[in-house]
């Protein structure tokens, strides 16, 4: 699958379910500098998506010309369609991707700010929440999420990415706080 992510400065998101990338996303739509475009899915709409995606049928995948794209093995397709870059001055789009992606980004995001959140016990955040899940999504993200693991186990450079683990935190508010500073820092500052 073809990734093409140049034209922009980028902000890649990833991360193990349930370890607060919608609240990091939700905190920076308040700060003008950074740019969240509309995501699309096919998949059914779950309680903590909070208006982040349009749902789409499968078939906008391969109609619009998609920025970016991922799917996972039981069809399942998530992305960012050009026509939805709408990016002002010096904004920084901010991407959520799955870890299924890194290999490709690990080529090409070199000095790209890949953020990484994740969980030293990543079952058990999938497991925590019963609220978001039905049993056999559980099942189904619990079995993705081990896939994902591998790859991040392999094609992680941590010179170049930024992983925060949820456990190292008090709370989601200061792992967002923390991922906050070290985009100023990244981004504004100077690397």
Known sequence: MKVVLAMY???????T????????????????RYYIPKHVTNRAERS???GFYAYKETSYFFSNDMYIKANDDSGIYYGVAKKHLNIRGNQILVLNSSLKKLKEYSKKYKNKF????TSRNPVNKIKEATYKYIPTDMEYRIAEME??????????????????????FSSIS??????????????????
């Open 9 to 15: 400065n980028e902000l890649i998101i990833m991360g």
């Open 147 to 168: 896939k994902e693991l591998k790859i991040l186990d392999r094609y992680c450079d941590f010179s170049a990415n930024r992983i925060y683990y949820i456990e190292d």
């Open 114 to 117: 890949v953020c990484i959140i």
């Open 174 to 191: 200061e792992m967002v706080q923390k991922v906050k500073n070290d985009l100023n820092n990244y981004y504004f500052e100077g690397n």
């Open 48 to 50: 903590d998506d909070a």
């Open 17 to 32: 379910p349930n370890v607060g990338k919608s609240t990091l996303i939700n905190e920076l739509k308040k700060d003008s």
